[in-house]
């Protein structure tokens, strides 16, 4: 089956200016999950959709940060205006089922943004 | 709140010899626990999971996890490491009542000398 598509993979931008990603996740999974991961750390929680509502955003800033998922399925994640602090990788991932604490969630490749 | 802390942000083994990636949790009640692969310029793969049952857990490539309650770790091993397993661990644990969310370690660069 196919896995959990991502675009760009890479992005590089100024201060201040916008940029979005996209994410499509495994066909017929529920639940879908955006991440930041800074180097050196573990990926960081940014919100998380069951199907096209919003479960947890508590971690989004939401302040420049926005999400949607509609339709449920392929999900955009935008940045406006962005800082140099937002340089990052932007991981998406799927699960099939929602509320199952051992379901495997699937990752995208991610996409590196570089904020000059 | 929830931790996972992996001890070590770099290890260093030869070919040939035993991998040993340690993560300790803090939880009264043992939540579900994962171990994540990541390979350069890649996403993460699941490597195993602990969910109930046998607590020594079998995942892809050779490596093994063993949970430990009383020690609330659940470590990472490989009795024998290949120049392939070079990439970058992560462990990952559900705790009860959070959404089912991961919380996740800072990660562990596994470095393979020859």
């Known amino acids: 089956e196919a896995g959990v598509a991502q675009s760009p993979r890479y992005k590089i931008i100024e201060k201040r200016q916008s940029v979005a990603f996209w994410c499509n996740p495994i066909s017929g999974h529920a639940t879908l999950y955006w991440y930041q991961q800074i180097l050196g750390q573990g990926p960081k929680l940014l919100i998380q959709?069951?199907?096209?509502?919003?479960?947890?955003d508590s971690q989004l800033p939401k302040d420049r940060f926005s999400a949607e998922r509609l339709k449920g399925v392929d999900s955009t994640l935008k940045i406006q205006p962005a800082k140099l602090e937002d340089s990052a990788v932007y991981l998406c991932?799927?699960?099939?089922?929602?509320?199952?604490?051992?379901?495997?969630?699937?990752f995208g490749p991610g996409t590196r943004l570089l904020v000059l | 709140a929830q931790s996972v802390t992996q001890l070590g942000s770099h290890v260093s083994v030869s070919e040939g010899a035993l991998v040993l990636l340690r993560c300790n949790y803090s939880s009264s009640v043992p939540p579900y626990l994962f171990w994540y692969v990541q390979y350069p310029n890649q996403g993460l793969q699941l490597l195993l999971k602990y969910t109930t049952g046998a607590t020594l857990v079998k995942g892809i490539n050779g490596f093994e996890a063993e949970f430990k309650k009383s020690e609330t770790s659940f470590h990472l091993t490989k009795p024998s490491a290949h120049m392939s397993d070079a990439a970058e661990y992560f462990c990952a644990v559900s705790p009860w009542g959070s959404n089912y969310q991961l919380i996740w370690g800072a990660g562990t660069k596994l470095i393979i000398k020859p």
């Open positions: 959709f069951q199907n096209n509502g919003v479960v947890d």
């Open positions: 991932a799927s699960s099939l089922r929602f509320g199952q604490a051992q379901e495997t969630q699937y």
